[in-house]
């Protein structure tokens, strides 16, 4: 009965995508899949070229940092100069961070490759692309439809996170074990990132000119639209209030990248790079169901109680993670956060989406995108420390864990009152 339940969403979901539609859901897949694929490894591999915890910690920061600059300026331009064109861009940059990552020890040239490229220490969503594909679906499906249909994104891209995931630790575990050195097996990983960088866009050429912004017949109207500020008008108070919260939980998020949360699994428990992708596949995979999860919830109590009565759990078990005894406990607990982590995640896109206007999407989507990843940016330079610190090294946890909870009161606090259109 379950699996027809799920075969009849699926075909429901392919009726109301349309060929664009399908290929930004395939692109989410591939894109993810890298970013899973590397993230198991990236910590351990820039320790094997020579880096230490504080330098790591730097090159962490920097590489979300540059992709910030990056992304704010092609999000705010994507609707007038191209959507289609700036998503090529942004997979042109994640084959050049891989290239980079992958030829050089240096630490300046890996410092300029973390900042101009696009590269993924968490496993989550990084550069361009998240913002852009966001106003793209929702140019194309109702407003009714919306969550369901960012809830299935955020599905496929938890399932190909896990999948990369577990493919990478594999992939590096059978590498090691036919003699490859660490070293060389973790740069197996940081080229194969590259190459899904290369398929990304080979991808993002067969979107049709549907997915643009349409505009009216006056070009005037258009052109007047577009000199505003970051692309905003309207809804400029709203968004940079979102803008400001999402800093915070970002922030608060970079203590606990995957990269990070794998490399203190690795020192606490000795955990090995298969059993470590291992872990952060079934992670994602629950992570992935929660967020299908999340647009039922929110058709019952509404998106903003759905991102707030959902992630106050899941962050008091990330606080409970590191005060587990032993690694069966650790994991279980990790699962149990991941379970429900990611309610908040669709739920949250489709209400930014929903509380502004139609030719604000792709740069209020990228204006809060980029939010994120400044808040997520500042924090591994200082989990850098507490990593090389035996003492502090569950600290992290903590810190997340609390200001996350923080965040979560102040949202419902600040935008409980305001409505998306379907729950007028």
Known sequence: MEQNNIVSKLSHLGQMLTGDGSYLFITRIARMFGYGFLSIVLVLYLEQVGLNQVQIGLLLTLTLIGDAIISLWITTNADRI????????????????????????????????ATIGVISPSGYEVGPFLSIEQAVLSQIVPDEKRTSIFAWYNLVGSFATALGALGGGSLVQALMDSGVSPLGSYRAIVIGYAIIGALLGGLFTRLSSSVEIKTGDDPSDSTSAFKTRLGLHRSRGVVLKLSALFSIDAFAGGFVLQSIVAYWFHVRFNVQPAILGSIFFGANILAGLSALSASWVASKIGLIRTMVFTHI?????????????????????????????QMDVPTRQSYTMAVVAPDERSAAAGITGIARTTGASLSPVITGPLLANAALLSLPFFISGGLKIIYDLLLYRSFKAIKPPEEK
């Open 82 to 113: 191209g959507r289609r064109r700036m998503l090529i861009i942004g997979a042109f940059l994640m084959v050049l961070a891989g290239i980079l990552f992958a030829i050089t020890r240096n630490f300046v040239f890996l410092l300029v490759a």
């Open 313 to 341: 759990p899941s962050n008091i078990l990330l606080i409970l993670v590191p005060l587990m005894p032993n690694l069966p406990l650790a994991i279980a607990v990790l699962l149990m956060r991941f379970s429900i982590s």
